[in-house]
C-alpha cells in the first residue's frame, strides 16, 4: 500500500511537472557580479508580452565570474525546469577567459560573452561596433555614443538599460553587425572568443528569445 502510494506521488508530481513545461522553453541566466549585464537581462525578460509570460519563462541570477560554470551548474540542479542554460560575461579584465568558454561549452552551457565589455554589444543598437583597446577605453566610447543618441548620460546601473536601447538604437540592426562581426572574424581564421575585438554572442540569446516572441505575435 505504501509502495503504491508512493508511486501515485510520484506520478502526480510528473504530471504536474509536464504542465508546468513552457510551451516556449525555461531559460536560467546567469550573469556575472556587474548590474550592468543582469539589468540589461531584467529588461530582455520583462520585454515579454504578458500574453507569452507563462510560456517563456526568463529567470536571472548573478554569481562571480571565476565561479561562473560551477554556479550555473549548481543553481541550474536547483531549478531543473530550467532547460536553457545561459552564462552571461565580459572578457574585460578576465585572464581565463578563453578557458571560461571552454569549459561551458563542454559541459553544454550556452555562453554570451562580449568581448571588450557588453558595452560594445549596446554598441551595435546604434550602427557599430567599433574597436577599443579594453574595456575602460569600451565604456568611455559607449558613453559617447549613447549620450548623441539618447541625448542623456549613460549609467552603468540603469535598469532602463534595454528599454533604451531598444527606444533608441535598432536591435534588429544590432543583431545583424554582431552576427556579421562573427562571421567576419572567422573568415581572418579568429577562433578564440579573446582574439575577436570587438566581439560578442549576447546576440545569439536576445535573437532566440525575441524569435520565439515574435513567431507567436504573428
Not at 549620450?147 to 552603468?156: L, S
Not at 562581426?181 to 525575441?210: A, C, W
Request: some cysteine.
Amino acid at each position: 500500500m505504501a509502495n503504491l502510494e508512493r508511486n501515485g506521488s510520484r506520478k502526480i508530481r510528473r504530471q504536474l511537472f509536464k504542465q508546468r513545461i513552457p510551451k516556449l522553453g525555461y531559460y536560467f541566466i546567469v550573469t556575472d557580479t556587474k548590474e550592468t549585464e543582469q539589468n540589461y537581462m531584467f529588461g530582455l525578460r520583462n520585454s515579454i508580452p504578458p500574453e507569452l509570460q507563462g510560456k517563456l519563462v526568463i529567470k536571472v541570477v548573478k554569481t562571480k565570474t571565476k565561479n561562473l560554470v560551477e554556479e550555473a551548474l549548481n543553481l541550474a540542479s536547483l531549478n531543473p525546469q530550467y532547460g536553457e542554460i545561459w552564462i552571461i560575461f565580459d572578457r574585460d579584465q578576465v585572464q581565463n577567459f578563453d578557458e571560461i568558454i571552454s569549459e561551458a561549452i563542454t559541459k553544454g552551457i550556452n555562453i554570451g560573452w562580449t568581448n571588450p565589455c557588453i558595452e560594445e554589444w549596446f554598441s551595435a543598437y546604434f550602427g557599430a561596433m567599433p574597436t577599443y583597446a579594453n574595456s575602460v577605453s569600451c565604456c568611455n566610447g559607449f558613453e559617447q555614443i549613447f549620450e548623441r543618441n539618447a541625448h542623456q548620460k549613460y549609467v552603468k546601473s540603469d535598469l532602463a538599460i534595454y528599454e533604451k536601447l531598444n527606444r533608441f538604437g535598432n536591435e534588429e540592426k544590432a543583431i545583424r553587425i554582431a552576427t556579421q562581426k562573427m562571421h567576419d572574424h572567422r573568415i581572418q581564421g579568429k577562433y578564440k572568443p579573446s582574439e575577436q575585438i570587438p566581439g560578442t554572442t549576447v546576440h545569439l540569446l536576445v535573437d532566440e528569445i525575441k524569435s520565439k516572441i515574435n513567431q507567436k505575435e504573428k
